[in-house]
């Protein structure tokens, strides 16, 4: 009984594994590379919904330098 690949499927797996990593490794770095910039833009949107969210807390009748040192 004969055990093993075949002379002809020698090397099948490697050039099996070779065409799928390349496309997986696309699709993974599509992806990565589409998420960071909505990840960014998410980040400075709640960024500034924060600082109007805290500047319009704010008592009006402060004075300016009141004002700049409790918003910050």
Do not use: H, W
Not at 8 to 17: H, V
Request: glycine residues 4%; positive net charge.
């Amino acid at each position: 009984m004969k055990t093993g690949l075949p002379k002809k499927q020698k090397g099948a797996a490697a050039i099996e594994f070779a065409l799928v990593f390349v496309v997986f490794f696309a699709v993974l770095y599509g992806v990565l590379s589409y998420s960071l910039p909505l990840l960014l833009m998410q980040s400075f949107n709640n960024a500034t919904a924060e600082a109007v969210r805290r500047s319009v807390a704010v008592d009006p009748s402060l004075t300016a330098a009141t004002y700049k040192s409790t918003v910050e």
